[in-house]
């Protein structure tokens, strides 16, 4: 079989590497085509990945693995399923969408080269089936990451950078110690030094001891998501990167803290999952409100969207710990739709500073006569944003809050009130930017063909999946069921079953 997998994870990685070795005086254009070039290959590959996935098979598909480190049980292991799958493939539509949006024009030799290493990160991170590979690419995000803040950010982006790379070590150190502890007490009951994922899952310990591990793997993946109180390093991280930059954080990267929640919490402290689920549900739905009314009194479009992002977060979140299939099902579903319309909310954020070198709302305004296209896409992305049915964003919600409703009514009422108060936010933004009158009656130019190319994919999916989410939970079903029935006793499960049912 064709090694789809690794050509995902190794193809990035060493063109990157490469990259930075090669003479740096050719014209900023021939990097950008190279890098588009190997980032629109990724995406080849893992289309053919995609129709060759085998629906409803819950377990992983495609696996290999390879002895790595066998003195410490460390393997490089590869594999997909319905969780993971649509995760790779938004990174792979959204990478190559930032490479031919991106405007930096100083050292775009490093600036390719640092995406491309971020990619393969990514796309690693969603693929490995070692907790000790998964630690390896969920930690190298944070290098070019930091790099492509702090050298092509806006003026604080060095300050955000640091901050931003403060926060994540400091919750991969949380990880790192949850790692070993889990690994040393499965060696001391089972005799077995291992990472593999599927082996730890059933490493016999103490309840309190399954709670410390919970937490701690928990503090990392909520700074990474971010969910409240874990996320003041995103509106500073969000506002001062480049908008190409800004498109991997809010539409990628934080998706690996909610992939870690249901991928190594569920999966691997069950118990400590449910008995501490209120603990994040609390933080969560505390998040949804704080965002959404903190971005309803945001001037600057960036953080107004970083502060959606916290409220959205929190919405998945919210569904992950229904413990019902409808909420995870809704939860990863909406990982997908969030990225993407978040991804083309800073896309046309990014084409709106090209022309008036500002995104303070009060500095904008009349863009509804004087850019229709733009206006009109706005509207599409926003409306999404905001869960119109009909476009993507509605069904991911729609069954996040019905699955917790069936666990968790309260909270789900909480939720609602998100939901609300996105509309106005976004709504009151809109009119601000596009259909409040301009007195300086300043001039503004509509979307070029090439940047209405760039966000014509992201409509599309946008309209698609909103139509047609069946394509989509086709496939995560299955996987969503499997890891479900694992981290629920079979009491509790055929229990939220019934009341689905009812």
């Known amino acids: 079989m ?96 930032a490479i031919f949006g991106s405007k930096e024009t100083r050292d775009p030799k490093s600036f390719i080269a640092w995406m491309l290493v971020l990619e393969a990160a990514c796309v690693g991170s969603f693929l490995v089936t070692d907790l000790f590979d998964f630690f390896l690419m969920f930690e190298l995000t944070l290098i070019p990451t930091y790099f492509l803040m702090a050298n092509w950010g806006f003026s604080l982006g060095g300050r955000a950078a640091v901050k931003f790379f403060v ?56 700074i990474k998501a971010p969910v409240f109180p874990f996320h003041t ?59 959404a009314i903190t971005a309803a009194g945001e001037s600057h479009l960036s953080r107004l969207v970083a502060y959606s992002s916290l409220s959205h977060m929190g ?54 006569s004087k850019a229709p296209v733009m206006a009109g896409i706005f509207t599409v992305v926003m409306l999404a944003s905001i869960g119109v049915p009909g476009l993507n964003g509605f069904i991911g919600e729609f069954m996040i809050l019905l699955g917790a ?25 809109y009119q601000k930017v596009f259909h409040r009158k301009d007195p300086e009656q300043r001039g503004f130019k509509d979307l070029s063909v090439a940047e209405v190319a760039t966000l014509v994919p992201l409509v599309i999916l946008i309209v698609g999946v909103g139509l047609f989410p069946s394509l989509l939970l086709n496939r995560i079903n299955p996987s969503v069921h499997k890891v479900l029935s694992e981290a629920t006793p079979a009491s509790s499960y055929q229990s939220s079953l019934g009341k689905v049912g009812r």
């Open 2 to 97: 064709f090694p789809y997998l690794e050509v995902l994870v190794f193809l990035p990685a060493i063109a990157g590497v490469l990259l930075f070795f090669f003479p740096s005086e050719f014209p900023a254009r021939y990097y950008r085509r190279l890098g588009l070039s190997l980032s629109l290959a990724e995406l080849v590959v893992a289309v053919v990945m995609l129709l060759k996935f085998k629906t409803g098979v819950a377990g992983y598909q495609m696996t290999s693995s390879y002895r790595w480190i066998p003195s410490f049980g460390i393997s490089w292991s590869l594999g997909v399923d319905g969780i993971s799958l649509f995760l790779v493939i938004l990174s792979v539509v959204l990478f190559p969408i």
């Open 167 to 222: 926060y994540t070590f400091l919750g991969s150190a949380f990880l790192l110690v949850g790692i070993l502890a889990l690994v040393f007490i499965h060696e001391a009951s089972t005799g077995q030094l291992t990472f593999s994922i599927s082996a730890l899952a059933h490493t016999q310990m103490s309840s309190t001891a399954g709670r410390l591990l919970f937490l701690a793997f928990s503090v990392a993946f909520l």
């Open 233 to 291: 390093w995103s509106p500073d991280a969000y506002s001062q990167s480049p908008i190409s930059t800004a498109i991997v954080l809010g539409g990628v990267m934080a998706k690996l803290g909610t992939y870690g929640i249901l991928r190594f919490d569920f999966q691997l402290f069950p118990q400590a999952s449910r008995s501490l689920g209120w603990l994040i549900l609390t933080l969560a739905v505390v998040g949804i409100g704080y965002g």
């Open 315 to 368: 919405f998945i979140v919210l569904g992950l710990f229904a413990f019902t299939t409808i909420g995870l099902s809704g939860a990863v579903l909406q990982m997908f739709n969030h990225g993407i319309y978040t991804a083309a909310l800073f896309l046309l954020l990014g084409m709106i500073y090209s022309r008036r070198n500002t995104l303070d709302t009060s500095k904008l305004a009349g863009l509804q």
């Open 405 to 429: 409703f069936v666990s968790h009514r309260w909270w789900a009422v909480v939720g609602v009130s998100g939901v609300i108060l996105s509309a106005i936010y976004m709504l009151w933004a």
